[in-house]
């Protein structure tokens, strides 16, 4: 090793030792007879010193140093006089003897500190300098630690971690595959797989029992913020299983994450229905760090002459806990908020329950003061309390006020980063109509097994009956993310036959397509189910950050490009040629 | 779960107890009033017991279970009549109650045992019922643990795992390139890497110090046997090292992998260079399990009339011991053997070493006695022993004679599969002169660093001054089979750009191509180096298996197929017209 030591291991256990350290320089002090340097690696930083009483040559060598400069610098362990108790090294210095530029640096386009200067297109163009800044740096060193907490606990736990194939086949069902085209083979493509789904199924017919793969997947959507066309899941699966099987097995791999790379204790997992979430939350991932559930007023408010809600078919409204001196604008805020076109609500209604026991609302026109009293005692508001109130069509009323419900969570501080509440949600609908493609769309996904209670509905032709069917689906959600979902498997020949029929596939096309899935269920198929975890998000939930693109090494922008090396690019005619492709 | 127990559990001390088991049905046995079923799942295989006196109906039941019938037993375990102690299981059985049918199966296209009757194609086309087979899950159990022990390695010594991105860009240089059309940029493409070699050097630059990745990377090149479009990889890279450090830290992985996956001790790694491998075995990955090194003779043998060697730049054998008795037939065989096309060489020499010590030689005619006896002498070969002996250009003679010595190690037993012999193959040559293309290739990859003794020789343009420039390279080899290899990198950026020059990139090509990494090199570089593993090999190595194919769970064919999927195949109209391209 060109070093004896990192920057960031010596103590005052060291001093009076000779060493040789390496790093980047972070930034030198002259105070004209005394040197400093601070020397940075991955591990920390220590300070260099010099005097130029000592080593005038030493000492312009230091000064013709500059930032991010690669040296290695040899010398002896000294305590220090002005300790910085900030960092682990800062009871101790290098007084340097020599000093050896490894490698000299231009100035870098940005500050590589915590807090920098550089704006998002330049660090991304330069990210290898970005990814020296301790906040980067840091994001990856945590990834690393939760696969590694994410391997040993499933290899406890006997699962296999079996790598599947990254060359597959092209299927229409679900997001666009990117393809491959083939040399060989010509005018055929291979695909790059959304998720190794049917391999791990076929891993289960095999008898694997346990599988698991930390793996890349690739989607070739129109990206929206922090989606990334390349993405890692954790994907598991299990044989002889049941949906509690799954849900035990994976609460467990979370507490043990929390607990291996946080030290954190994670309270158990509750559980609700998928209806239970949308009716009190208006959402499939509802943060439960803090209460707020929906309250109903539908019958207390309709047919009181109030045109909006009389026309609605849903009002409902949450309680803002001690909100009820919200000023005129802060109010006016909220409903700018809702009336967002991301959003859509027409308008909002609130109520403040005053400390006196009056009400004041934005339908003091039509609702008198005990019909207010009525609301408030109905949605269990105490005097002090501010009622927030949307109304409308059921489905999308709700989907407002999930978004107005986390906007007062934000606001009234009760989303903490450094606090987890994590839970399942159960019993998805097996099946979605689409309108626009006039056929129902798996809502999971094609594999998806009914509840054992509603397989006989899969022959109805009756879109409600069919809508009705429940499925043994699952997601987990923590803070209101959605971080992993998955299902039990249909692992019967006929059922999978029908599900593609339901799906408006042809019995051609499900055998061109799925044809070895088909065949495999019938060769002896275990019962079988799983889930997938999405690896970046968990990461950034673990970060405490919104953007998956921070636990990303070399992550592409919004419009799927790496800036740093300039992907995707042209390719040569010669390429072109191989390929039997043209543009 | 279904199960109360795996199939490979239950011993005598659970005897009494109520069990339910699941598993797939590997065979029955029906003695008329006594029935026994062998159920297996991937922890082993137990027996299952039914007397047809004490429930009839059961009896009938088992009796209709079919070969891979997948079903849920329950029962009592209870001491078995006859032990097979072969098995772990062997002591007890399971008098069952109750069997559950939880999927029929067809009869499976091969058996599902050890040895099956199974051609290639048959069990490539139903992979997921070969990896049923105990010999394919052992591959992969295998493989999963080594990929468990390289992370436990490589996490213990501060290496962080990073993924790097499998969309890059497109590079000229080496192998050809799988290319992934842009929906979002028409005419542009993504590339599939060959490997993370740009990507873990700018993570040097970005100061992580140690990384490594288990990452598949993707070559479109011609098939060979054995070889794979898409393989695994164990990537690694450290910074402020010499190779010294590179070695060390890598012999620790293998002899760590060694101890376990396998409780072996690997003794210390040797190291021999380059030339030196060349000489004495003819190869750059010699099997060094048994000794047998090339003997020149040269000197002695040429200019004495024989046609053959006077035409030869060299003359060069090796010593078979014992072998002086071979037959005609024998002697016939290892003629022919060098004589295939592949191998290429016109004849073989040989001198039986008779026990009287006289000899008897193929040529006799040109060569008496004492001068057989002077070559013997020479290759310090005794009574008893055969030489076998090429003859032609250097180069040739030395890769033919190679071959033959390895086919003389497999004759006489000398490479065993249970032992094994690991070292460094050091100090290649930098650049190979490549006749075709009239110009110099990277004999490692672009981006090795010469040794620094040689550093000068950069700006010659004599190809034989360019031809003695040793790189700082490195190769481990196990008996016999590359299994990772790797360089001290160029961190220079004037280096970096002649080494492009002499491969042949004009300024803007390698700008264009690797400007980011040129670019990177002047913002503060460490010196650097690392080494790839190839996984699949590694794991065909510890698995006693030349294949490498067996030790992946769903490897494509020579043809670059995966005829289980049917993959490549033909995409829509539809797809391709939004990818921008046409056949």
Known sequence: MLRTHTCGELRTA????????????QKTRDKGSLLWVDLRDRYGITQLFVEEADNKS????????????????????????????????????????????????????????????????????????????????????????MAKAVRDYMDSQGFLEVETPVLIKSTPEGARDFVVPSRIHAGEFYALPQSPQTFKQLLMVSGFDRYFQIVKCFRDEDLRADRQPEFTQIDCEMSFVQQEDILNMFEGLVRHLFKAVKNVELPTLTRMTYDYAMENYGSD?????????????????????????????????IVAEGCAEYTRKQVDELTEFVKKPQIGAKGLVYVQCKADGTFKSSVDKFFDNEALKGWASSMGAKAGDLLL?????????????????????????????????AHWVIDFALLEFDEESNRFHAMHHPFTSPKPDDLHKLNSTDHEVLGSIRANAYDMVINGVEVGGGSIRIHDRAVQSQ?????????????AQFGFLLDAFEYGAPPHGGLAFGFDRLCSLFGGSDSIRDFIAFPKNNAGKDVMIDSPSPISEGQLKELHIKL
């Open 58 to 145: 030493l000492a312009a060598e230091v000064r013709n140093l500059g930032r991010e400069f690669v040296i290695a610098a040899t010398g002896t362990v000294i305590e220090r006089q002005s300790k910085n108790p900030k960092i682990p090294t800062g009871d101790i210095e290098i007084r340097i003897e020599k000093l050896q530029i490894l490698n000299p640096a231009k100035l870098p386009p940005f500050l590589i500190e915590d807090e920098t200067d550089g704006g998002d297109d330049l660090r991304m163009k330069y990210r290898y300098l970005d990814l020296r800044r301790n906040v980067v740096r840091q994001n990856l060193e945590l990834r690393h630690r």
């Open 285 to 317: 991932k509802p943060d439960i760090r803090f209460e707020m559930k929906f309250k109903y007023l539908t019958d207390l408010a309709k047919g009181k002459g109030f045109q909006v809600f009389d026309a609605s078919e849903t009002v409902v409204g």
């Open 389 to 421: 109130i949307l109304s409308g069509e059921t489905h999308k009323t709700r989907k407002q006020l999930n978004e107005l419900r986390l906007e007062m969570g934000n606001r009234l501080g009760l989303r903490k980063k450094d606090e987890y509440a």
């Open 14 to 25: 060291h001093i009076g030792q000779p060493v040789t350290l390496c790093g980047w320089v």
């Open 499 to 511: 599900m593609f029929k339901l799906l408006g596939f042809s019995e051609e096309e499900a055998k």
